[in-house]
């Protein structure tokens, strides 16, 4: 079963950080590439970031783009998303999910898996 389990949100002033982690179980982590996405109050879902199955490329929506570092440890079965210089416009749930398919590149628009993990709440105000 295909499992994702988002931690590290919380309240962040403007400007401020903070570091999300997912584990992902179920399948093999260290063959799939990761993305995070984000879903605002009101918005669709979009895709934050994405990083490939060893690490050695990666992906940024432009919103975020400078701002944002996405990384993993195949290890621990997890990825991270780094953020600093939090805006307000960051507000929204976080989420994890792996790539169903295997590429070369990270893209923004891999293919998710049906399951989601319960997101981790990211609210940027002073």
């Known amino acids: 079963q295909v499992q994702f389990v988002e931690s590290g949100g919380g309240l962040v002033q403007p400007g401020g950080s903070v570091k999300l982690s997912c584990i992902g179980s179920g399948f093999m982590f260290d063959l799939h590439g990761m993305s995070w996405y984000r879903r605002a109050p009101g918005k669709d879902r979009e895709t934050v970031s994405s990083?490939?199955?060893?690490?050695?490329?990666?992906a940024y929506a432009d919103s975020v783009k400078g701002r944002f570092t996405i990384s993993r440890d195949n290890g621990k079965n997890t990825v991270y998303l780094q953020m600093d210089n939090l805006r307000p416009t960051d507000t929204a749930v976080y989420y994890c999910?792996?790539?169903?398919?295997?590429?070369?590149?990270?893209?923004?628009?891999?293919?998710?898996?049906?399951?989601w993990g319960q997101g981790t709440q990211v609210t940027v105000s002073s």
């Open positions: 999910n792996a790539d169903r398919a295997q590429r070369a590149e990270a893209i923004l628009d891999g293919i998710p898996f049906s399951s």
């Open positions: 990083i490939t199955m060893n690490g050695d490329s990666t």
